[in-house]
């Protein structure tokens, strides 16, 4: 399917569900998902978790965007800095518990609310990143249309371009920019929160992260040339050394590939053959992801047979042999070219059950 029978696939799904509740942060997928459901005539509640260590102005942007969109829109807060545990702490649970409070606060408004029907905006690009998190959107019984319909990162935001829909580039929170297991306190969000600013405004760019660990900071821009303007990075570093930080470095590595679903590398060419091997940033449930491929009928998938005591999963996808390794690696032989090979991959990442 093309980007644009894809959309048209997920306004189907839409139509089936005339009350719809819908976890919205404003940004590209949430914004789609309520523009769409709009053009469907879908009674759309837009609920927002503001759990108060997200970037300045996500709030208010989240409002303003409901509100042009013409959707009814709630908002759940909940200081995440005043619990103690995981979130503060910041182990490797931290999305997983944050995923939970979120998706469990929105589920309880939603159904309050007489909407038993609940959306995000994970996409099929979202099950190929480690976020650990989206296992809860499987326990709370959060649909999303967007894997469904097979739709990628990348084909969401062209739409929304070449749309001229407007959707906010900072929904992200801001405890991702904290190295796991050092604590997550205010002063840090808010340095962190006020730095990014000062750099995207001294940059002009959509986006920027500044990753912290033991007062080091690491810049990351969408916009790395500007950048290497003599004055620019004497304002960036001043700036940033008034913050308290000891050292500022800037990434200059770009991942072109953070959206594409497959890499030319991991493609690899025999005499006859052509095999996709994939390796996924996480672990895999065996046990888990077989009930799953069991419990879902699919015509693409057959022929399954578990070896869980060695680590893998033999499968047909499309009749051609594949395995799924407890490890994270994918492999699918006997693909015609890189789009038949990502046409079988996106048919087995909505059946993986990932390891925390």
Not at 123 to 152: C, Q, V
């Amino acid at each position: 399917m093309n980007t644009n029978q894809k959309i048209e696939k997920v306004k189907e799904i839409l139509k089936n569900h005339q009350k719809i509740a819908l976890a919205f942060s404003g940004g590209a997928d949430s914004t789609l998902l309520a523009y769409l459901a709009k053009e469907v005539d879908c009674d759309v509640l837009a609920i927002t978790y503001d759990n108060q260590i997200f970037p300045s102005g996500f709030l208010e942007f989240a409002k303003k965007r409901a509100s042009e969109l013409g959707v009814r829109h709630e908002i759940i807060e909940n200081n995440f800095l005043d619990m103690e545990g995981d979130i503060v702490n910041n182990t490797p649970q931290r999305c997983l518990v944050c995923r939970r409070l979120m998706y469990g606060a929105i589920k309880q408004l939603a159904n309050e609310e007489g909407y038993e029907i609940i959306i995000d905006g994970n996409n099929i690009t979202d099950l190929t990143h480690d976020r650990p998190g989206i296992l809860m959107k499987y326990e709370f019984e959060i649909e999303s249309p967007f894997i469904e319909a097979e739709l990628e990162t990348y084909e969401i935001h062209k739409f929304l371009e070449e749309s001229n829909i407007e959707y906010s580039r900072s929904t992200t929170c801001l405890a991702t920019r904290v190295k796991t297991n050092e604590t997550v306190t205010m002063d840090k969000v808010n340095r962190i929160d006020y730095c990014e600013s000062f750099i995207k405004e001294k940059t002009n760019s959509q986006t920027a992260k500044l990753r912290e660990s033991n007062n080091v900071a690491t810049v990351e821009l969408d916009n790395i040339g500007i950048v290497l303007e003599k004055k620019r990075i004497e304002s960036i570093v001043n700036e940033l050394q008034l913050a308290q930080y000891e050292k500022i470095l800037f990434n200059f590595i770009v991942d072109k590939n953070k959206e594409s679903l497959i890499e030319d590398k991991e493609l690899e060419i025999g005499a006859n053959n052509l095999t996709l091997r994939k390796r996924l940033p996480f672990g895999i449930n065996i046990q888990e992801t077989v009930r799953i491929i069991e419990e879902n009928e699919n015509e693409h998938i057959s022929n399954v047979q578990s070896f869980e005591d060695i680590g893998y999963i033999k499968l047909d996808v499309d009749e051609k042999e594949s395995k799924i390794f407890r490890d994270g690696k994918i492999s699918i032989e006997n693909n015609r070219d890189k789009v038949d090979a990502k046409e079988s991959l996106v048919k087995i990442l909505p059946l993986i059950r990932r390891t925390v």
